[in-house]
């Protein structure tokens, strides 16, 4: 095993915010994969996302309704069923559009749900999350892309799930889900197998 995880080593990248390489996105995946809780809910101790999990994750009725191949697009579509957010937003990172989707975040009143794809750095993450932090109230969503593709990736999601307002952040690998539940007592973090 230590072999492995040396020659593993050796693949990540110097450059700042470069992707994981195969090998340890693979391992990476069967960390996540071995060490989540059960998508099913058991082991759940939180009534909130073990709600969660078998009305959003797991409902049948929605899934049906949700008939998308991409299993990450249905469960957006899900959420928006299951919670009817008062805005939603789905923003999709572009080189060209990075400044009009942060004044976009900005100038929205009130986050209810906001999904941003594609982000491909840290200051992006770090930038789009502090513009949604002063829109967002107890019922507000957010959402982020690909928040285990590399070191630096990983470091700006343990800072989000650090941070004051946050108080329950679920971990689906690809997907990071944000709630500011201030009925939530205690902060929690959940590695759920999706």
């Known amino acids: 095993m230590k072999n492995i995880n040396f020659l593993l080593t050796l693949n990540v990248g110097k450059e700042n915010n470069m992707s994981y390489s195969f090998p340890i996105r693979l391992y990476k ?3 996540y994969y071995f060490n989540a809780s059960n998508g099913k ?20 009725e929605l899934k049906q309704e949700a008939n998308y191949s991409n299993k ?5 579509i899900r959420m928006v069923a299951y919670y009817i957010p008062v805005v939603v937003m789905e923003l999709e990172i572009t080189p060209s559009n990075k400044a009009n989707i942060l004044e976009e975040i900005e100038n929205t009143n009130t986050i209810g749900l906001l999904y941003i794809k594609q982000i491909k750095n840290v200051e992006g993450l770090t930038n789009y999350f502090n513009a949604a932090i002063k829109n967002v109230n107890t019922n507000s969503i957010l959402i982020f892309d690909g928040i285990h593709d590399s070191k630096e990736m990983e470091a700006s999601w343990e800072k989000i799930k650090m941070h004051k307002e946050v108080k329950l952040t679920i971990d689906l690998y690809k997907l990071g889900i944000v709630f500011f539940r201030q009925e939530q007592l205690e902060k929690e973090n959940f590695i759920i197998r999706f």
Request: hydrophobic share 45%; no cysteine.
């Open 72 to 76: 990450y697009r249905a469960l957006l």
């Open 41 to 60: 809910g058991h082991g759940v101790h939180s009534p909130f996302v073990f709600n969660f999990i078998g009305s959003v994750l797991n409902n049948k």
């Open 29 to 31: 995946y069967f960390n």
